[in-house]
Nanobody, 122 residues
């Protein structure tokens, strides 16, 4: 079955960095666009970033553009999110998710991991 397992979260001071990882299993990882989504305490989910099957065409939410970098290693079935210049408002549970398309039509995210907690605090 499809599995997505995030890791790399933790406590970091404002201005610090973290790298999140998401290991995929049970599907052809290289055949899917992948996304990162976060949910801050008391708020709804917020899409953060997405990446194509080959690793090109990364996209970012305005709130993280210039600070976060998404990447993937298809040989390792792993998705990454490098987070720099972290702010208190980046505190959230970070999920990786698999994107589904029907041709060029986006169908949403069909599988999610359980998330990894990022806490930015002094």
């Amino acid at each position: 079955q499809v599995q997505l397992v995030e890791s790399g979260g933790g406590l970091v001071q404002p201005g610090g960095s973290l790298r999140l990882s998401c290991a995929g299993a049970g599907f052809t990882f290289s055949g899917y666009f992948m996304s990162w989504v976060r949910q801050a305490p008391g708020k709804g989910p917020e899409w953060v970033s997405a990446i194509s099957t080959s690793g090109g065409s990364p996209r970012y939410a305005d709130s993280v553009k210039g600070r976060f970098t998404i990447s993937r290693d298809n040989a390792k079935n792993t998705l990454y999110l490098q987070m720099n210049s972290l702010k208190i408002e980046d505190t959230a549970l970070y999920y990786c998710a698999r994107d589904r398309f029907d041709g060029s039509d986006y169908l949403g995210m069909d599988y999610w991991g359980k998330g990894t907690l990022v806490t930015v605090s002094s």
